[in-house]
Every structure is written in structure tokens, then in C-alpha cells.
């Protein structure tokens, strides 16, 4: 995944909320910040097994990452599992929760109801890891009064209320690139905090907007890169 554009509250990674309130600050690295999701979801598959402990090893195998990298990110967060006993999943899982802020549903809307629009908004997945799908835009009159997902996909020129009216804090781009940075520019004035944008496309947001990008092609040349160096095929 690729970000362009972050802002320094991103390159910053997140202040864990427990140390701050014992007066101490704790600033979790981005790199870090990254893998706490992968984390999440293998806690919320322990769980979901009946598992009420869990060791860093079993927890970094699910994880796909080695178990001093584990302890050393929980550590930012102030777990340190015990000896002998490990992590209680329940516990690690909300603590999780609380570094990245998902301890109350935020709210998304999608500008671009093409195919990735359609995908995204159709995607069950979003209100299990605590996001709710609230409202969708799109330029085509064609598109405009569809319903997708249960929603009524709005006019662009209704964005700044909807954002206002469903309360949403993120938005995601769906748009070709071309039009990405109107979208952006849009979404920044309707009062959003965050964007993901699937547009292969550099996004300028004001400091106090995060943004992260998903360049898909991007992540198919890195590993054509890699298949290339592995092969040792370097010349055209
Ligand atoms: N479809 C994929 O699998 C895929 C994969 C990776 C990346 N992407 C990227 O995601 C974006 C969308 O891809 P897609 O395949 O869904 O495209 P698409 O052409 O099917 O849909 C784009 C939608 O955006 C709408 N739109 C265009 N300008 C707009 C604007 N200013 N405001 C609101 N809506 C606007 C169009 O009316 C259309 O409905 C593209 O940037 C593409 O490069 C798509």
C-alpha cells in the first residue's frame, strides 16, 4: 500500500490513550501502526475459536510476522503478555481497538459508484471492523438515484450535506484520477478527517486531513520487480 501526501499526524503514528492519561506519551510508530490491524484480525479469529490466551509465537504465525516484531509492537501499547500465561485475546484485542481509534463506528462515504464503488459499497466486511457505509455520490445522472447497497447514490453537488448529515468522517475515491483531486478537494471541505483513494492518483490535502492510497498497479510493479530480480532477468 502506498500513501501519498500524509500528513504529519499519519507519518507520526498514533499516541496510545493509555499512556497519555498516566501522563506519560507514547507515540506508536507508523510501522507499527500498519501491522496492528493484521493483529486484530487474528485476535478476532482467536476469539471467534473460543480461545480466551494466546502465545506471541501463535499470535505472530496468524499474524504473518516474526514474534520479537510482535512483542515489540504490543509493547508500544504497554502489553506485555505474561510469562508463561501469554496475551489474554479478549484484553489485547480491545487495547488494539483503542490505538486505533475503532471503538466507535465511523461513518463512510464513497464518491464514485462505478465497479470499485459498486464492490466497495456492496463489501460486508466494512461493519465487522467497525465501519458503516452511509452514503454514496457520483457525477453520472446515469448512476445519480440508482440504489446500491440499500442507498440512493447522491448528486457530487450533495456531498457537502451528506457528509454533514450522516456525520461521516471518512471518505473514499472511487473516481477515475482525473477528477480524484475535485472529489478530494470536495470531501476535505465537506469536514472529513480521513480519505482512502483508489485513484492512482498524488492527492494535496491540508495538514489535519490524513490520506492513504491504494495503488493496486503500483503493488502488481513492485512485485513484478521483485519476480524480475528473483529471476535475474534485469535487461529488457
Ligand atoms: N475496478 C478496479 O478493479 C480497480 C482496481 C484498482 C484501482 N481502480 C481505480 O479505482 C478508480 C475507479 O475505478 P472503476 O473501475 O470503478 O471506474 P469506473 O469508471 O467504473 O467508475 C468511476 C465512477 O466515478 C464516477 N465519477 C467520475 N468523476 C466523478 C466525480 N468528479 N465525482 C463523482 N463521481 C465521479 C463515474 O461516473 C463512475 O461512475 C479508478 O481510479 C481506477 O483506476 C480500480
Request: hydrophobic share 45%; with cysteine.
Amino acid at each position: 500500500m502506498d500513501t501519498h501526501r500524509t500528513t504529519s499526524r499519519a507519518r507520526g503514528g498514533a499516541t496510545e490513550p493509555g499512556t497519555a492519561r498516566q501522563g506519560r506519551t507514547r507515540t506508536v510508530p507508523p510501522s507499527t501502526v500498519a501491522r496492528l490491524p493484521g493483529y486484530l484480525r487474528a485476535l478476532h479469529a482467536l476469539a471467534a475459536e473460543g480461545a480466551v490466551l494466546t502465545s506471541s509465537d501463535e499470535l505472530a504465525a496468524r499474524a504473518g510476522v516474526g514474534s520479537a516484531q510482535l512483542r515489540k509492537d504490543l509493547s508500544y501499547l504497554g502489553s506485555y503478555g505474561r510469562r508463561g500465561v501469554g496475551y489474554d485475546v479478549a484484553h489485547l484485542a480491545e487495547q488494539v481497538e483503542v490505538v486505533l481509534g475503532l471503538t466507535t463506528q465511523r461513518r463512510v462515504v464513497i464518491v464514485g459508484i462505478g465497479n470499485l464503488g459498486h464492490a466497495l459499497a456492496n463489501y460486508s466486511g466494512f461493519a465487522d471492523r467497525g465501519f458503516a457505509v452511509v452514503g454514496l455520490v457520483d457525477a453520472d445522472p446515469a448512476v445519480v438515484g440508482t440504489t446500491v447497497a440499500g442507498l440512493v447514490v447522491q448528486p457530487f453537488d450533495a456531498l457537502p450535506g451528506l457528509v454533514r448529515a450522516t456525520g461521516a468522517s471518512i471518505g473514499v475515491i472511487a473516481t477515475p484520477a482525473a477528477g480524484a483531486q475535485v472529489v478530494c478537494d470536495a470531501l476535505v471541505e465537506a469536514g472529513v478527517a480521513g480519505i482512502l483513494t483508489f485513484a492512482p492518483a498524488a492527492l494535496a490535502v491540508p495538514p489535519h486531513v490524513d490520506v492513504r492510497a491504494v495503488d493496486v498497479a503500483s503493488e502488481l510493479q513492485i512485485l513484478a520487480f521483485h519476480d524480475r530480480r528473483r529471476t535475474g532477468t534485469w535487461e529488457a
